[in-house]
């Protein structure tokens, strides 16, 4: 990735966005928490580490984000939100939200999202999200949110990954330019954060809906302490819970140590 030329499809949010690309580094998200306080956060700053490969990348419920030079574009963003973490449950929806407006204008059609966190083509693992939260329940909060999407990956990555993943190779045969699509990221990121700052998940729940893969089929949650339970998705709350049409009437979901799979 190349700063210049990522900052030149952002060229009019340069007073807003402080860019930092790195060859190499643990983790781009760690890098954003270790050195919060020496960031101003005022005025809708938003700071961004991008990285072409990361050793110590993660994912949720612990599990590891791998990237390779050149595979795929990784990268973190800081934000403050004043109203604090308690208002921010839906934010991770929300990334996915900006995540498939951009990937679409892009011809890269059916891109869809899985509750709660993952960018999905044709049921196979494109991309993820993950949010970090410091700070208080009300008043400012920091966010860290990390962006993994899959450009082109290797053997060697292919064959530690646990899931079923595709890059966007496999879905258009073209090399995209990482950098215009990071560019084009970074606009829409920063702009659907502010419309969330201001309206909350709420605003965007009927267009996460409408791109949810899994809605209207039958699931099988697994909850922590290996419990599990079956029904079939039925929309989201304002706070980005998932509800579930189960034996035991219309139940709702909230994101934590969760993991959804189909079982149809």
Request: hydrophobic share 40%; aromatic share 8%; with cysteine.
């Given at each position: 990735m190349n700063k210049d030329k990522a900052l030149k499809f952002t060229s009019h949010l340069t007073p807003i966005i402080d860019l930092n690309v790195f060859n190499i580094i643990d983790s781009t998200s760690n890098y954003l928490l270790s050195n919060i306080k020496q960031y101003q956060l005022n005025d809708n700053r938003i700071v961004v580490a991008a990285a072409e490969v990361q050793t110590k990348g993660r994912g949720r419920i612990g599990?590891?984000?791998?990237?390779?030079?050149?595979?795929?574009l990784t990268f973190s963003m800081l934000r403050r939100f004043e109203n604090?973490?308690?208002v921010l449950t839906g934010l991770s929806l929300v990334i996915g939200v900006a995540i498939v407006r951009v990937l679409r204008s892009f011809s890269?059609?059916?891109?869809?999202?899985k509750w709660p966190n993952d960018i999905l083509y044709d049921n196979?693992?494109?991309?993820?999200?993950?949010?970090?939260?410091?700070?208080?329940?009300?008043?400012?909060?920091?966010?860290?949110?990390?962006?993994?999407i899959n450009f082109n990956l290797?053997?060697?990555?292919?064959?530690?990954i646990q899931q079923n993943a595709?890059?966007?190779?496999?879905?258009?045969?073209?090399?995209?330019?990482r950098n215009e699509i990071f560019g084009a990221l970074l606009l829409e990121l920063c702009s659907i954060l502010s419309d969330f700052e201001?309206?909350?998940f709420s605003y965007f729940k009927d267009e996460w809906i409408s791109y949810?893969?899994?809605?209207?089929?039958?699931?099988?949650?697994?909850?922590?302490?290996?419990?599990?339970?079956?029904?079939v998705v039925d929309g989201i709350n304002d706070d980005g819970s998932i509800c579930l049409l189960t034996s035991a009437g219309r139940n709702s979901y909230i994101v934590g140590d969760i993991s959804m799979r189909l079982t149809d």
């Amino acid at each position: 990735m190349n700063k210049d030329k990522a900052l030149k499809f952002t060229s009019h949010l340069t007073p807003i966005i402080d860019l930092n690309v790195f060859n190499i580094i643990d983790s781009t998200s760690n890098y954003l928490l270790s050195n919060i306080k020496q960031y101003q956060l005022n005025d809708n700053r938003i700071v961004v580490a991008a990285a072409e490969v990361q050793t110590k990348g993660r994912g949720r419920i612990g599990r590891s984000w791998h990237s390779d030079l050149g595979s795929g574009l990784t990268f973190s963003m800081l934000r403050r939100f004043e109203n604090g973490a308690s208002v921010l449950t839906g934010l991770s929806l929300v990334i996915g939200v900006a995540i498939v407006r951009v990937l679409r204008s892009f011809s890269v059609n059916q891109i869809n999202l899985k509750w709660p966190n993952d960018i999905l083509y044709d049921n196979s693992k494109l991309g993820g999200v993950l949010v970090e939260l410091r700070g208080k329940m009300i008043g400012p909060a920091d966010a860290v949110i990390g962006i993994g999407i899959n450009f082109n990956l290797p053997s060697s990555i292919r064959s530690i990954i646990q899931q079923n993943a595709i890059d966007l190779f496999q879905i258009t045969g073209q090399h995209l330019d990482r950098n215009e699509i990071f560019g084009a990221l970074l606009l829409e990121l920063c702009s659907i954060l502010s419309d969330f700052e201001v309206h909350g998940f709420s605003y965007f729940k009927d267009e996460w809906i409408s791109y949810h893969a899994y809605h209207g089929k039958n699931v099988r949650l697994f909850l922590p302490h290996n419990s599990f339970v079956s029904g079939v998705v039925d929309g989201i709350n304002d706070d980005g819970s998932i509800c579930l049409l189960t034996s035991a009437g219309r139940n709702s979901y909230i994101v934590g140590d969760i993991s959804m799979r189909l079982t149809d």
